[in-house]
């Protein structure tokens, strides 16, 4: 079994930075592809960032390119959120999100078997 930590989360103000960090743990893993998603208040869960192993690829959701820089220590089983200039709208749980080899699309939910227990942004105006 493969767990996922969030971490990281927390109150800020708007235009203030946060860095978020998933720890993948248990039977040896190497996820092919690492995500960040995120779900708001009554709204459905969105895809916000992905990293893949091969190469380091980056992909990211068109309301946080810019303002979002995602990453990964392989050697730690570890993968990176900084999110700069954070606003309202980015208020949401965040979520961590590992793909054991589907290969899939990096941002459909569906491409990824394990998950996070996720961790709270509330961002201020």
């Known amino acids: 079994q493969v767990q996922l930590v969030e971490s990281g989360g927390g109150l800020v103000q708007a235009g203030d930075s946060l860095r978020l960090s998933c720890a993948a743990s248990?039977?040896?893993?190497?996820?092919?592809?690492m995500g960040w998603f995120r779900q708001a208040p009554g709204k459905e869960r969105e895809f916000v960032a992905a990293?893949?192993?091969?190469?380091?690829?980056?992909y990211y959701a068109d309301s946080v390119k810019g303002r979002c820089t995602i990453s990964r220590d392989n050697a730690k089983n570890t993968v990176y959120l900084q999110m700069n200039s954070l606003k309202p709208d980015d208020t949401a749980v965040y979520y961590c999100?590992?793909?054991?080899?589907?290969?899939?699309?990096?941002?459909?939910?569906?491409?990824?078997?394990?998950w996070g227990q996720g961790t709270q942004v509330t961002v201020s105006s």
């Open positions: 999100a590992a793909d054991s080899g589907s290969y899939l699309s990096p941002s459909s939910p569906y491409t990824y078997d394990y």
């Open positions: 990293i893949r192993r091969n190469y380091g690829t980056t």
């Open positions: 248990g039977r040896t893993f190497s996820a092919v592809a």
